[in-house]
């Protein structure tokens, strides 16, 4: 629901002569609307209450890459000689990474690792990350889930 609610919005905003400004623009609205669709289903049928999701997306115009990301699904950058991660996750372990109250080597085994603090349909309103970033010659963007990213 969440996918084909950002590409149906994302595919009918985007064109050509979308720029760098326009791509931003396009791509936190079609989260949004991912969001809210998510969120309004959940309040709809009770088998759904308290779903949500991740999401990670690709805006690709020329050799001009915007990404949006929520969540702990993950965007990488790959070139001729190396793999960098782009997105940062939104998860319990990252922010006790960040504030230093553990070291990169206990974050792959942390007992919480899996809880999110930031996803798709969980609350009304969502705030994505978005990185602008311009693509080297031959380089490629991997968009992926946690079940990647964890075991790679």
Known sequence: MASDTFMS????SVDSSSDASDM????????????IKVYDR????????GMGCTLVAALINSKRCLIANVGDSRAYL????QIQQISNDHSLVQELLAKGQIKP?????HPQKNIITRAIGVE???????FDLKLPAGSRILLCSDGLSNVV
């Open 105 to 109: 080597e206990q974050v792959r085994n």
């Open 24 to 35: 931003q623009r396009i791509l936190v609205e079609a989260v949004n609307y991912a969001n």
């Open 124 to 130: 009304a309103s969502v705030k994505c990350d978005i």
């Open 78 to 81: 790959i070139s001729k000689n």
């Open 9 to 12: 919005h994302a595919s009918y």
């Open 42 to 49: 959940s309040f709809a049928d009770f088998s759904c209450m």
